[in-house]
């Protein structure tokens, strides 16, 4: 096993880093705390890794002082927790004057090693290292890693690429703080509806349409088999495989649970409320969907409020969608949740008293709290008559002031009794 380990550090430090498409994110790398890189699959948890020792490398870290191993490669398996000692015995024997300084070691799909917790307490305790760890979100669930290292972690959520990562890793130049001439807004507006039918996963940005969608239902299969199936030990499959495909079909929109039951038995298809709730859970844990609740300080009234469901991402909605690249609504939609989601905000929907709509509200973590409604366009005066209605109403309940319509390709500033409306066009707002 030395010899073996012996090759696979050299072979890194031997390695040139690839070079990725930059993500937004970094992680915290706190002294005394493992980052956790935790996301569905296929995200580029571990290019994120090669981003992060590319940062180390730029800050005049040496690349010997860092180490990384993926635990999915066949030559360390079977590992025992015993023997994960000798990797760090092992490293420090090829470089012993590292034994003085601080050394970042990065562990891929670390969790196929039983007992790799307690080997990664102990050495985070013992020696002078920065740990960050990536694992599939079948066995590296982030309520289970603050069970497992027991508040030694920070977890950081990797995303598929946002629409400014989607950009940079097409090679179109950023927009920074001028805004675009007539010619580049054509090109950003035409990218974002394309960004909405594609959506991010990095594998599929420069496929074919035909092998993306067989790509994307791929990852599904994947997430149903190794992250449900085998993880819960699923045998009633095929409720769960129309749950997805339902949930994927229809994103952005109310789910109840009680709903879709009546609707299962109506097809024959016998399945439990209870199990269905589970099966919903599972999705939410593999980082599939999202489900938001309705604004409330009443916990009942969440509780009895069907939940609107999100999709990761909307490449990934519209490889199941009915009606393929003609959901424009439901996918702007979609695009504007997970744009609010990456950026941390708790995010719910809003129901006025005479029953009007807002599609969101976010709070930010000093609780300052905005309103967005997501609509295609205003050139229909009912349309736009119906959004501007329920933004204004909404700002009166709450008082809330900070409004945004985020549309396909309108702009404008709409004043109102209740405050101002602000229309974007949604690839400007996605790179302000």
């Given at each position: 096993m030395s010899a073996l380990l012996?090759?696979?550090?050299?072979?890194?430090?031997?390695?040139?880093?690839?070079?990725?498409?930059?993500?937004?994110?970094?992680?915290?790398?706190?002294?005394?705390?493992?980052?956790?890189?935790?996301?569905?699959?296929?995200?580029?948890?571990?290019?994120?890794?090669?981003?992060t020792?590319?940062?180390?490398?730029?800050?005049?870290?040496?690349?010997?002082?860092?180490?990384?191993l993926n635990f999915d490669d066949e030559r360390l398996l079977p590992m025992t927790a015993a023997k994960l000692g000798q990797?760090?015995?092992?490293?420090?024997?090829?470089?012993?004057?590292?034994?003085?300084?601080?050394?970042?070691?990065?562990?891929?799909?670390?969790?196929?090693?039983?007992?790799?917790?307690?080997?990664?307490?102990r050495l985070v305790d013992t020696e002078r290292v920065q740990i960050a760890v990536t694992g599939s979100s079948a066995k590296l669930l982030s309520r289970e890693i603050a069970t497992a290292l027991r508040g030694r972690s920070l977890s950081t959520e990797i995303f598929p690429f946002s629409f400014r990562e989607a950009l940079a890793h097409e090679g179109?130049?950023?927009?920074?703080?001028?805004?675009?001439?007539?010619?580049?807004?054509?090109?950003?507006?035409?990218?974002?509806?394309?960004?909405?039918?594609?959506?991010?996963?990095?594998?599929?940005?420069?496929?074919?349409?035909?092998?993306?969608?067989?790509?994307?239902?791929?990852?599904?299969?994947?997430?149903?088999?190794?992250?449900?199936?085998e993880r819960y030990k699923v045998s009633n499959i095929l409720p769960l495989r129309t749950l997805i495909r339902?949930?994927?079909?229809?994103?952005?929109?109310?789910?109840?649970?009680?709903?879709?039951?009546?609707?299962?038995?109506?097809?024959?298809?016998a399945c439990g409320k209870n199990t269905l709730h589970d099966y919903f859970e599972y999705l939410k844990d593999a980082y599939l969907i999202y489900p938001v609740s309705i604004h409330s300080r009443s916990e009942r009234t969440r509780r009895v409020n069907p939940r609107k469901v999100y999709v990761i991402d909307t490449g990934l909605a519209n490889a199941f969608l009915h009606r393929p690249q003609s959901d424009w609504g439901r996918l702007l939609e979609n695009f504007v949740f997970m744009e609010l989601r990456r950026k941390g905000l708790a995010i719910e929907y809003y129901r006025t008293g005479n029953g009007l709509e807002?599609?969101?509200?976010?709070t930010d973590q000093r609780d300052a709290q905005t309103l967005?409604?997501?609509?295609?366009?205003?050139?229909?005066?009912?349309?736009?008559?119906?959004?501007?209605?329920?933004?204004?109403?909404?700002?009166?309940?709450?008082?809330?002031?900070?409004?945004?319509?985020?549309?396909?390709?309108?702009?404008?500033?709409?004043?109102?009794?209740?405050?101002?409306?602000?229309?974007?066009?949604?690839?400007?707002?996605?790179?302000?």
């Open positions: 012996e090759q696979l550090i050299a072979d890194f430090h031997e390695r040139p880093l690839p070079t990725p498409t930059h993500r937004k994110t970094e992680l915290p790398g706190l002294s005394g705390k493992i980052d956790a890189i935790i996301g569905m699959r296929r995200t580029g948890k571990t290019w994120f890794l090669f981003q020792m590319q940062h180390y490398l730029e800050q005049g870290i040496p690349k010997e002082a860092m180490l990384y990797i760090i015995e092992t490293y420090y024997r090829m470089f012993p004057e590292h034994r003085d300084r601080t050394c970042y070691f990065f562990f891929d799909e670390v969790q196929n090693i039983s007992g790799w917790e307690v080997w990664l307490r179109v130049e950023d927009i920074t703080a001028s805004r675009p001439g007539a010619k580049k807004r054509a090109l950003l507006e035409n990218r974002l509806r394309r960004y909405l039918l594609n959506g991010g996963f990095p594998e599929v940005q420069t496929v074919s349409d035909n092998h993306r969608i067989r790509i994307l239902q791929e990852y599904v299969d994947v997430v149903i088999l190794r992250d449900i199936v339902h949930l994927l079909a229809t994103p952005a929109t109310l789910f109840s649970v009680n709903k879709f039951y009546n609707d299962l038995r109506s097809q024959g298809l807002v599609d969101f509200i976010a967005y409604q997501a609509s295609l366009e205003l050139r229909d005066e009912q349309t736009r008559k119906r959004e501007v209605r329920a933004l204004t109403t909404a700002m009166q309940e709450t008082g809330i002031k900070g409004t945004t319509i985020v549309s396909l390709d309108t702009e404008e500033r709409i004043e109102t009794d209740a405050g101002v409306i602000n229309v974007v066009p949604a690839w400007l707002w996605a790179l302000q």
